[in-house]
């Protein structure tokens, strides 16, 4: 079983619609984790940290649920420039474990 | 302007013949890292660096070698390359000793061996 795993997708949506991805991870120990977004072949950006109690960044929304030991980012209102892959990243000590990603296209 | 540089972009090598990816940032930050991106496997973290003279293997850290003898720099060392490390490589760093902070990317090596 890999560490971080995601729904690879594709998902499409049409412009306005409410999308959601999920990411579970296997260590318990797990201590930070963030959302990454990855356009083609460009390097990935922070999306926005997961804290515990869930946190909102406009448009975007991400949980953390420790028992069941899964992440998830909603996104609300889908604009066409949120299509890209969605990565999942989970740090369980000094290093990063990286999701292979959920890929995401809006259209008209 | 801050930024983390990667050098070359694209690099067509045969298998054996050593190679350097250089990798500087200019943030002065403390944590440096090497990932490789593979279709279906994600981003898999090589080798990491809290600190000057301190490195640290990461996921997938066989064939690699890396050396961090001054905080801005953060070359990968391939001494032997094989087929199986074609791939695109990212090197990214932030600001403390600890990979919690937001990680900023250079823009990728996409490497191939022949």
């Known amino acids: 079983r890999k560490e971080v795993e995601q729904d690879p997708g594709p998902f499409n949506v049409p412009e306005g619609a409410t999308v959601a991805f999920n990411c579970t991870y296997s260590n318990s120990a797990s201590q930070s984790f963030f959302w990454y977004r990855q356009d083609c072949r460009k390097e990935p950006k922070l999306l926005m940290s997961?804290?515990?109690s869930g946190n909102e960044d406009g448009r975007f929304t991400a949980q953390l649920n420790r028992a069941s030991q899964y992440i998830s980012l909603l996104i609300r209102d889908s604009k066409l420039s949120d299509s890209a892959t969605y990565l999942c990243v989970v740090i369980p000590g000094n290093d990063m474990r990286f999701g292979a990603g959920t890929r995401l296209t809006v259209k008209p | 302007e801050a930024q983390v540089t990667q050098n070359p972009r694209y690099l067509i090598t045969v298998t054996g013949k050593k190679l350097t990816v250089t990798c500087s940032q200019n943030?002065?930050?403390?944590?440096m890292s090497w990932y490789r991106q593979d279709p279906g496997l994600g981003l898999r973290q090589i080798y990491y660096?809290?600190?000057?003279?301190?490195?640290d293997k990461g996921d997938v850290p066989e064939g690699y070698k890396v050396s961090r003898k001054e905080k801005r720099n953060f070359p990968l060392i391939l001494e032997s390359p094989s087929p199986n490390q074609t791939s695109l490589y990212f090197c990214?760093?932030?600001?403390?000793?600890?990979?919690?902070?937001?990680?900023?990317f250079g823009p990728g090596t996409r490497l191939t061996v022949t």
């Open positions: 943030m002065n930050h403390e944590y």
């Open positions: 997961v804290y515990s």
């Open positions: 990214a760093s932030s600001e403390r000793g600890t990979p919690y902070d937001e990680q900023y």
């Open positions: 660096s809290m600190n000057v003279e301190v490195t």
